[in-house]
């Protein structure tokens, strides 16, 4: 099994600034996956992270909006730049294929 | 269209009773489906894993059912505890490694004493 923790488990920040939250497992893992849930919706995939290459992004999201760095096999960050109400979600982690999910990170912009 | 569709929405039922959630999904070709309860405020955590040839599968008090055929899945919580309490998700995965899984919006659960 995988440990994953996130930090912060939850902020409110103000519009148009940046906010980015780390995820750390406990174990050695080849992708890491971001995921966005907004209220009252299913989990949506933003993007994997792969260790030393760059992130592949789904539909919707792009890399300007969401950077993501991922500098060893055990860490990765996700990044939410120039907030807006909208992009108030819980953001999670995961590993192994989805296996295992973080705690989520809990987001208001207000 | 790949899609995962969950009923009910939302279901409360008294502490010690039994319950049936339900999962449709339309995911083909499809590789395995998973339930996954989330608590409030925490990330999911998976219940169950079936593969496309697998009928049943248990973890304790839960238990779930996949008709392939049918393309329906279910899970059954026994003698429920007011612990159980929480967001119940299905997810399918298509067999594709290109196509991505699919979330259920869930079933909310409210165990009351």
């Known amino acids: 099994s995988a440990v994953i923790s996130q930090k912060p488990s939850r902020d409110i920040c103000q519009r148009g600034t940046s906010l980015t939250i780390q995820c750390q497992v406990d174990?050695?893992?080849?992708?890491m996956f971001w995921y966005r849930q907004q209220p009252g919706q299913s989990l949506t995939l933003i993007a994997t992270a792969n260790q030393g290459s760059e992130a592949t992004y789904e539909s919707g999201f792009v890399i300007d909006k969401f950077p993501i760095s991922r500098p060893n096999l055990t860490f990765s960050t996700l990044t939410v730049s120039n907030m807006s109400p909208e992009d108030s979600s819980i953001y999670l982690c995961?590993?192994?294929?989805?296996?295992?999910f973080g705690p989520g990170t809990r987001l208001t912009v207000l | 269209k790949n899609q995962v569709e969950q009923s009910p929405q939302s279901l409360i039922i008294l502490e010690g009773k039994n319950c049936t959630l339900q999962c449709n999904y339309t995911v083909s070709p499809f590789s395995n489906l998973r339930w996954y309860k989330q608590d409030t405020g925490r990330g999911p955590v998976s219940l169950t894993i079936m593969t496309f040839s697998e009928n049943t599968k248990s973890n304790g008090r839960y238990t779930a059912t996949l008709d392939a055929d049918t393309k329906q899945s279910s899970l059954h919580i026994t003698a429920s505890q007011l612990s159980d309490s929480a967001s119940y998700i299905c997810?399918?995965?298509?067999?594709?490694?290109?196509?991505?899984?699919?979330f259920g919006k869930g079933t909310r659960l409210h165990i009351l004493p």
């Open positions: 997810v399918a995965r298509p067999r594709d490694r290109d196509d991505k899984i699919i």
């Open positions: 174990s050695q893992v080849t992708m």
């Open positions: 995961s590993v192994d294929h989805e296996q295992f």
